[in-house]
């Protein structure tokens, strides 16, 4: 089993470190041996409603390509709090991504948990979400920051996590903008 974590582990930093090019590099917050914290930010000329309803539908966002089960339309937010941004896996399984556990509707969403391949760490995050009206829009952040224990560090982990997490607010601006074709949920 272990040695099964640790292929599903590899080859998902693989395909993090398979995209870093393609995307400047956004804000690393800091690095520490005992965790990372990230900051993704992006301006969206629409209503603060407008992007935090869509900021409630990953399935339309987020990347396929950043799930277990290759199809983000698998993709659930229960916005309350004890809530779950969860994903349905074929033959009946699922994942929790991440655990709601504040929200200001309209204003702010933070989340616990471990993305991705985190799960299979010693580790735990914080999201937090937060929407604020601008003069011609929506300012619309987040941060992750991650703690807890990692073998070989976190500096690279941090970098591809930006990297990822960088693309899917990316995927929401460009959702809301119409820039992104919606797909259901």
């Not at 969206?44 to 089960?69: E, G, M, N, Q």
């Not at 009206?133 to 996590?161: H, P, Q, R």
Request: glycine share 10%; charged share 20%; hydrophobic share 45%.
């Amino acid at each position: 089993m272990a040695y099964k974590n640790k292929l599903v582990f590899s080859a998902a930093v693989l395909v993090f470190a398979s995209t870093a090019s393609e995307r400047a590099a956004a804000e690393v917050v800091s690095v520490a041996g005992n965790g990372f914290e990230i900051r993704e930010t992006a301006h969206i000329a629409a209503s603060p409603d407008k992007v935090y309803a869509a900021l409630l539908l990953p399935a339309r966002w987020w990347s396929s390509d950043h799930t277990f089960s290759g199809s983000a339309a698998n993709l659930v937010l229960d916005a309350r709090a004890g809530g779950c941004w969860c994903e349905t896996l074929p033959g009946g399984g699922s994942v929790e991504h991440l655990r709601v556990v504040y929200v200001s509707p309209g204003k702010t969403l933070r989340l616990r948990g471990a993305l991705g391949p985190f799960q299979g760490l010693a580790v735990d995050g914080v999201m937090t979400w937060s929407v604020k009206s601008a003069a011609d829009g929506t300012d619309v952040s987040f941060t992750y920051a991650i703690g807890g224990y990692a073998k070989d560090g976190f500096d690279e982990l941090s970098k591809m996590t930006d990297h990822v997490l960088g693309e899917q607010i990316e995927r929401l601006k460009k959702l809301v903008d119409g820039e992104l074709a919606p797909r259901g949920h």
